[in-house]
Every structure is written in structure tokens, then in C-alpha cells.
């Protein structure tokens, strides 16, 4: 059974930082593009960053040049530093592991952290 466990949420004043990672169970995560997205309510959830098996890394517009994400394969784990929050950054952030493999679409979430920017 596929587990992806997120940590690392929290209560942020604007400009702070946080770090939040994703450590997957259940699956060789080396073979996953893995990714956050985060969502707000009544929002569709919307990419933050993903990084590819291989290491190339993509990200939102919003969040370009403040958040870092990178990847530990042999711990199976996901890493997404965030710095200089703002408010509009507030959201749940959901880790994804994604794949595409003979035509078949792989496809897993976690169950969700919350980050808030607030003074």
C-alpha cells in the first residue's frame, strides 16, 4: 500500500520560512516525478513545484525564485523549502508522486498540510 506522509506545516508571519517534506512508503519513489501542489477552498489545487526522476525541476509562476524543492532518493522523500511567505502562499499543501508507465497514469496524493501566512 502506497503511504505518502507530509510534515512540516505550520504558522508562518510574512517573510518567514518553512520546510516541508513528503517521505513515501509503499513505492520505489525514484521512478515518480514528485511534486507539491496546494489548494485553496473552492480552488482547484495547483502546482507549486515537481521535480522529475532525473532532477529537472519545474514551478509555479507565483513561487518562482522562493521556494526550493529537491528530492532524497534513498530516503524515498520529497522536500519543499518555501522563504520569503507571503500571504497569498496560504494554503494546504499536497505532495503528489506521479508516473506514467505503458500508458497507464500513476498517480498518488498525500493527505495534506496546512500552511498559514499571517502576522
Known amino acids: 500500500q502506497v503511504q505518502l506522509v507530509e510534515s512540516g506545516g505550520g504558522l508562518v508571519q510574512p517573510g518567514g520560512s518553512l520546510s516541508l517534506s513528503c517521505a513515501a512508503s509503499?513505492?520505489?519513489?525514484?521512478?515518480?516525478?514528485m511534486g507539491w501542489y496546494r489548494q485553496l477552498p473552492g480552488n482547484q489545487r495547483e502546482l507549486v513545484a515537481a521535480i522529475e526522476s532525473g532532477g529537472s525541476t519545474n514551478y509555479g509562476d507565483s513561487v518562482k525564485g522562493r521556494f526550493t524543492i529537491s528530492r532524497d532518493n534513498a530516503k524515498n522523500t520529497v522536500y519543499l523549502q518555501m522563504n520569503t511567505l507571503r500571504p497569498e502562499d496560504t494554503a494546504v499543501y499536497y505532495c503528489?508522486?506521479?508516473?506514467?508507465?505503458?500508458?497507464?497514469?500513476?498517480?498518488?496524493w498525500g493527505q495534506g498540510t496546512q500552511v498559514t501566512v499571517s502576522s
Open positions: 503528489n508522486l506521479r508516473r506514467v508507465l505503458f500508458g497507464r497514469d500513476y498517480d498518488f
Open positions: 509503499g513505492i520505489t519513489a525514484s521512478r515518480y516525478t
